[in-house]
């Protein structure tokens, strides 16, 4: 792409975040969708996914996308896409629509392939909580590529593609013990055995998927990957290897940077943010880095601390401060300007996320989470459209 | 409303219609929601129809909707919306949480009782296609008004409301032969008995109505009244009643012009509509008239002669003509200022509907049909924002 992308996130769709859509596990005890699928009939499983998968993510949406002046969209797809993995449901004919809007609306998708089967990294989003064993399973590590070189197969010459990000956030031992922190297994008999991902390993796998992937790409096609939550440790990796047409996915958000004791204010965010910026432009140097995942979430504007993005399906926070009207779109946009600015140093940026089906009015514990979707971002005029 | 209503129907959200939601209807027979509930196991049935109303309309449509500078929303209700009539499943829950929203967000809400047992016209959003038995059944009349009156007493007080209308559509004579033509019964023995609904039935429920709503209402609170497809008939009964704040809505469509040997042509529908707004301007002197559903649809843009407003989930058009974006544009905006105009002879206009969830794309007989929704007119700068 010659322009600098200015990219989406279409979250919540084919990969579920009970935060995201939380009527979508009414009346379970599920937290992910490995026990929605548990826990649910087979029917009714089938019956809400279907809906789901049918109304969340429309035409309208890449229509309105497209026409905001937002050029590209990262589509998270679960492992289970091509629908050989029981009980869950593929979603492939979702995915060939979806580059059947893009191409119609002129925008370009970026394939993320966002969870593994035992997880790459215990996230909610990973499929399952509190699991991260899949990098211990050789037989699963060759599926996970096997799903790389089906999208490439079946995507590879489409003019929408963008290009293909080989694995979403695996949790490197920065992240690890904060994901157990945050998300404890269902069956602490199916974490055993969980553990960081190591580098050695990472490098291995994006090695394999590069080897797999370039012949059947065409040179246009950028394959992707994600930084394992350490921007540092990739120099040697990409100096020393002759990859054509690869960039590097970052994602920062100001609740990670609110662990390492940060203040919460927006001048201090303001510097932190603009500090990375310098951060990906020296990387950028060897090689290409987008924000694949950011947003305006952040405590200050919550009005409550959420210790790094705890959300109201895990804990519910008391006695937010509500800035006023003014106050927050000041925040906002403020936060958006310097964001975008420093995320530019790279090539682009992606939001995160489109939409989220959450209800701030009838549940006032969700102040402060709306900012997520970009929809209410652009309808609360949280940022100014030249700042897109 | 001290302003000009600029409103929009919540279409499609708790009185389904097939065409506007079509994934609701997959893999059954059904063409309306009589027989969906039908056709389905009940825990599919209350699975699909609790995620679409979870989904179709949120939070966000009702911001988005404000943000545009809309000031109003018609929201079409079921006559089961208190839960009373298994098997089909209560929403007052959802017309509640609207409430909260509306005002939030500084909207009002038109209530409509959209539909009756046994139906008031034979369409697919009455309910039952090809029945229109209700007014015959007296027991269905009188809890008809129950629901009318447990409206006022839940939401009268409510800041948010505008107003009731006590009937949407009563099929006249006028339109019983064209809804006998569009909505076959799928089973003639339920729809044996069924008539045109007369104007004296009409007069007297209305009259009903009034006298149950008045007194329950706050006198800042409209009592609305749908002219049964035939504005010409309420100049005695407005002038020889003693009515406070009642308003007579209208619904003109395109197709309803095209109906009648009507040419298919930009300059002869805007010819048809701007001597509608001279009627409603006549009719304006005695009873302050609301259009309360219209829309852009017309075969001429359509590209294909849809006698009337056949959708393709009731027939396939082929060989469709497809404008240049340029010409459509061109024609959509003309259509929307001239309609805009005449409506604003009387109190204000309201369009039919905010969204509907077809794939123009995907499935290229939607093409023309996009126009029904509010959300893609904008997107699509089918209007000209200073025109709302």
Known sequence: MNEKIKGVNLGGWLVLEKWMSPHLFDGTAADDEYYLAQDLPAAVYQARISQHRA????????????????????????????????????????????????????????LDLHTAPDSQNGFDNGGISGVCKWASEPAEVEFEKSVVKRLAERYGKRPGLYGIEVLNEPATAAM???????FPPRDPAKAAGSAPISFDFLYQYYRDCYDLLRPLLPADKVIMFHDG???????????????????????????????????????AYEKTMTDFGKKIAAVNQYVPVVTGEWSLFNSYTAGVDTNGGINPTQQEFGG?????????????????????????????????????????????????????????????????????
């Not at 690890?176 to 945050?182: I, K, N």
């Not at 054509?244 to 100001?254: I, P, R």
């Not at 996320?353 to 900012?371: H, M, V």
Request: glycine share 4%; hydrophobic share 45%.
């Open 55 to 110: 109304n969340f993510i429309t035409e309208e949406d890449f229509l309105r996308i497209a026409s905001l002046g937002f050029n590209l969209v990262r589509l998270p797809v679960p492992y289970f896409v091509f629908g050989d993995r029981a009980p869950f449901i593929g979603a492939i004919a979702e995915v060939d629509r979806a580059f059947n809007w893009a191409e119609a609306y002129g925008i370009k998708i970026l």
């Open 320 to 388: 937010a401060t509500h800035l006023s009207k003014e106050e927050l779109r000041h925040a906002y946009q403020t936060l958006w300007k310097t964001q975008v600015d420093a995320w530019n140093q790279g090539i682009g940026y992606i939001y995160w996320t489109y939409k989220l089906n959450i209800d701030t009015i009838n549940e006032p514990a969700w102040y402060g989470w709306d900012c997520w979707a970009l929809q209410r971002v652009v309808d609360k005029k949280w940022l100014a459209p030249q700042d897109i």
């Open 229 to 267: 939550f350490d921007i540092d440790k990739w120099e040697d990796f990409f100096k020393q290897s002759d990859f054509a047409n690869v960039v590097l996915d970052t994602h920062q958000y100001l609740m990670m940077a609110e662990m390492k004791n940060h203040d919460l204010s927006l001048a």
């Open 176 to 182: 690890f013990s904060d994901m157990q922190r945050r």
